[in-house]
């Protein structure tokens, strides 16, 4: 009965401490919401590049580095789309390695107070108990190990619509897929 308080009291500590981490974690989650980012070429050879803000029936407003310029899509020649691709996948599973490692660690070398009450829990008990620690550290380093990787771009990747060369049809579906990457969706 002893041991079973004493189990539960640490799996407390030890789940508040993971709390406690995310909590401080000095990242923004909720990240202010950002457009598409083309690079538009007109008819006339003209380049803008920029964020989407708004997508009309039949223009784009875009936020260059300047200022808002309203293209209308019967000027339009080419649109790439820069996809911003980033390394959260990588630092999710570099979390959840760490995280099972350290949660490993601890779960290992605490197992004879954990369950044992002192007694020498022998190598086979501590390397179960070190890995069911490890299991439940790794979902939280996985987590942070996320949301740290999310912070670095990992380059772009350009879709480019060939504009004068697409039939009618075709561009009202990319102007409503081009819809929900910008800015402002009214």
Do not use: H, W
Not at 125 to 135: D, E, P
């Amino acid at each position: 009965m002893k041991n079973k308080k004493r189990i539960k009291q640490k799996i407390r500590q030890y789940l508040t401490l993971g709390i406690v981490v995310l909590l401080i974690c000095p990242f923004n989650l909720a990240a202010k919401r950002k457009g598409a980012q083309l690079v538009i070429v007109k008819e006339d050879g003209q380049v803008l590049e920029g964020e989407l803000l708004k997508v009309k029936e039949d223009s784009l407003l875009i936020m260059t580095s300047t200022s808002g310029v309203t293209i209308d899509i019967k000027e339009i020649d080419e649109i790439k789309i820069k996809k911003r691709k980033t390394k959260s996948g990588k630092g999710a599973l570099i979390g959840a390695g760490v995280g099972f490692l350290i949660g490993g660690l601890i779960g290992s070398t605490k197992t004879s107070e954990l369950i044992y009450d002192g007694d020498n829990p022998g190598f086979g008990n501590r390397l179960l108990v070190g890995g069911m620690v490890g299991a439940v550290y790794a979902l939280p380093g996985s987590i942070i190990g996320g949301i740290i990787g999310g912070q670095f771009p990992g380059g772009y990747k350009t879709e480019t619509i060939d504009v004068k060369k697409t039939p009618l049809n075709k561009i009202k579906s990319i102007l409503k897929k081009l819809k929900k990457r910008a800015r402002f969706k009214t």
